[in-house]
């Protein structure tokens, strides 16, 4: 097959792009598409769990025991690690402070969010008065810092958050100053503070990353889900007793009613209450048990009147002259006596 060149050139020059000049490189202005995947198909979504299932905060207790053993360390170790844990900064935030972004009078800290490249952009996070009074008396004492409060690298940061995660025997993908960021973003969720302050404190674009740390177990969660284990395990071993078993014990579930005693009743109750459960086995055993009291009640009150009406049917069969006067209860015995 023969091409013809000129054809190709008139081609090339006839879709080039706007602005370049005719008669050019027939490739200038020919773009060439790149076969990309979707990020947003093939990436997973950001959550406080890693790949593993493991998640990427420090609990409380773990919190704590990170500024205890934070406490034996010098000043600006200790100083270092509590401004990571109660402010929730980067590193790299924290790395570039200096005295003069503590504001004592108001009681927070003034950080410059560093990933907003090309915006110079500020946020205010309270701090707590135990912290403020380490940071004042360290100000004030003859090794206070010039310049910038820590003058590391972020290497060296990130090595001495280790070595204090270490000296608390705390192990895990989460002991790391990201740990300790995902942290206060966990606990300010479950203090019921609200998304947006969140947001702002941790200088997060967009809300949906803060909304991530929402899914993060809480003691609230544990309580709700406590309601589903009160006697679970009362249930379970109910559900799995044998027919037999179950037998057996409804003399000590169900208690035996005895007839009052103006109803002379000789019916045995726990042989009717055995008879009426035959009768209603798949009920509520409270259910059960009231269906069961309120029928020998009324079981118990009619025969009462039975026996009543017997009784006088005597002295009335005499009194008229019918019969021999004798009851159909007299007659057999008496047997209400």
């Excluded at 997973?44 to 919190?63: C, F, H, M, N, V």
């Excluded at 402010?87 to 009078?105: H, P, Q, V, W, Y």
Aim: glycine content about 8%.
């Amino acid at each position: 097959m023969k091409i013809n060149g000129k054809a190709c050139y008139r081609i090339a020059n006839s879709v080039t792009a706007p602005g370049r000049e005719p008669g050019g490189s027939p490739a200038a202005g020919v773009i060439i598409p790149r076969k990309t995947a979707d990020r947003g198909a093939l990436a997973a979504p950001w959550t406080i769990y890693d790949q593993e299932g493991q998640r990427k905060y420090l609990t409380p207790s773990e919190i704590d025991s990170f500024l205890t053993a934070a406490r034996e360390c010098d000043i600006s170790v200790r100083s270092f690690c509590w401004m990571l844990a109660v402010t929730g900064c980067r590193i790299s935030e924290a790395l570039s402070l200096t005295k003069m972004n503590i504001d004592f009078e108001t009681g927070h800290v003034i950080i410059q969010s560093l990933k907003k490249r090309g915006k110079r952009m500020f946020r205010a996070i309270p701090l707590p008065e135990e912290y403020l009074k380490l940071l004042r008396n360290w100000f004030h004492a003859d090794d206070a810092p010039h310049g910038l409060l820590w003058p590391w690298s972020r290497m060296t940061g990130y090595r001495r958050i280790c070595e204090v995660m270490a000296r608390a025997q705390i192990k895990g993908s989460y002991a790391t100053p990201k740990g300790l960021r995902h942290a206060f973003g966990v606990k300010a969720i479950q203090s019921n503070v609200p998304v947006t302050l969140i947001q702002k404190w941790l200088g997060h674009a967009d809300i949906k990353t803060t909304a991530i740390y929402t899914s993060a177990m809480g003691p609230e969660e544990r309580e709700i889900a406590s309601r589903m284990w009160h006697n679970m395990g009362a249930s379970a071993q109910s559900v799995r007793q044998t027919p037999a078993r179950r037998k057996a014990d409804l003399p000590s579930v169900w208690p035996v009613m005895t007839p009052n005693e103006n109803s002379r009743c000789s019916v045995k109750p726990d042989v009717k209450i055995n008879l009426l459960k035959r009768l209603i086995p798949s009920c509520h055993h409270a259910v059960r048990t009231q269906f069961c009291c309120f029928v020998m009640n009324t079981y118990c009150h009619w025969r009462q009147n039975w026996l009543f009406r017997n009784r006088l049917a005597g002295p009335v069969r005499r009194a008229w002259g019918i019969g021999d006067g004798t009851s159909s209860g007299e007659a057999r015995g008496g047997w209400w006596r």
